[in-house]
């Protein structure tokens, strides 16, 4: 996926602040916090994750399904790994 190469260090941080909003979760559920602020927390991991999912579902999308010069084969790949992908996300 040479793609994720050119935003590697993006998607690193990204996948770094998720860690950590997982961690103020984990925190909050040890520290017995009102419901109310693990949910908010929870909430806002999700969102990041989702963002995440986007960014690199967007990538995929450009690399292996739109990009000028593939090959129907490889845009009939692509597709299939990104139908994959969202179904197995979905559930």
Not at 6 to 18: S, T, Y
Not at 26 to 32: G, T
Not at 60 to 69: D, F, Q
């Amino acid at each position: 996926m040479g793609h994720t190469t050119a935003n590697k260090q993006q998607l690193i941080n990204r996948v770094r602040r998720i860690a950590g909003q997982v961690e103020a979760i984990e925190r909050s559920l040890m520290e017995e916090a009102d419901c109310s602020v693990t949910l908010q927390r929870v909430a806002a991991a999700r969102g990041a994750i989702n963002g995440l999912m986007d960014e690199i579902v967007e990538d995929h999308l450009r690399e292996h399904v739109a990009k000028p010069g593939l090959t129907d084969e490889q845009r009939a790949a692509g597709a299939e790994e990104l139908v994959a992908v969202i179904r197995r996300y979905n559930k």
